[in-house]
């Protein structure tokens, strides 16, 4: 499972992916989760955590990745300081089937 955090220049989403990573491994998922500014989207990514001040750029961020789930986190996403509300963000998306 590939997971890309992304916001405007990688900064923040970089704290948001090091949370995310350490609570995937505690719950027992063996995801690859990373952090990118908006203009180096993963096309192969299966998920991307979208800042939320990125919320309306949604539909250009996905044509970058069209196979992925695209969650826009909530405006608190950067104070969830033991990555387990992103956790939940990214198992509901993918218990949902969509994007």
Do not use: Y
């Not at 900064?11 to 500014?37: D, H, I, M, N, P």
């Not at 969650?71 to 990555?83: M, Q, T």
């Amino acid at each position: 499972m590939r997971i890309q955090v992304v916001c405007g220049a990688g900064a923040s989403s970089t704290f948001v992916a090091g949370r995310l990573r350490r609570a995937a491994e505690s719950a027992g998922r063996e995801w690859q989760v990373s952090a990118a500014a908006a203009d180096a989207v993963d096309g192969f990514a299966d998920v991307i955590l979208l800042g939320p001040h990125l919320a309306d750029r949604r539909d250009d961020i996905v044509v970058h990745a069209p196979r992925a789930h695209l969650v826009v986190l909530p405006d608190d996403a950067f104070s969830d300081l033991d990555g387990s509300r992103s956790l939940a963000l990214v198992e509901q998306a993918l218990s949902k089937g969509t994007s």
